[in-house]
Nanobody, 123 residues
Framework: QVQLVESGGGLAQEGGSLTLSCAASGNIARLDSMGWYRQAPGNERESVAVVSGSGGPDYADFVKGRFTLSRDNVKKTIILQMNSLKPEDTAVYYC?????????????????WGQGTQVTVSS
């Protein structure tokens, strides 16, 4: 079993900051990628920032220069520092992990999601 546990989020004023954390646990053989997605009411879920392999994070254009994604491979944790928040950043933010697990004698790769955390930015 794999779990992604999120923390952080909440309410901020325009121009303010919030921090989101996500920790992966369970029968993890390999973390292929981890990242944050968001979904606002009436919108589809969209990628915010994702880090995979040994490369640096990939950011959506709408957060470049404002959000920073960092990771701790030992703790299997990612942290999204969100600065200069805008009302349009209001959404439910979901942690995602593309994770390989060992099930019996086979490796299986799948997408796992956290429960989501609300971020609300007031103007």
């Amino acid at each position: 079993q794999v779990q992604l546990v999120e923390s952080g989020g909440g309410l901020a004023q325009e121009g303010g900051s919030l921090t989101l954390s996500c920790a992966a646990s369970g029968n993890i053989a390999r973390l292929d990628s981890m990242g944050w997605y968001r979904q606002a009411p009436g919108n589809e879920r969209e990628s915010v920032a994702v880090v995979s392999g040994s490369g640096g994070p990939d950011y959506a254009d709408f957060v470049k220069g404002r959000f920073t994604l960092s990771r701790d491979n030992v703790k299997k944790t990612i942290i999204l520092q969100m600065n200069s928040l805008k009302p349009e950043d209001t959404a439910v933010y979901y942690c995602n992990g593309r994770i390989t697990t060992l099930q019996g004698v086979r490796f299986r790769t799948g997408d796992y999601w956290g429960q989501g955390t609300q971020v609300t930015v007031s103007s």
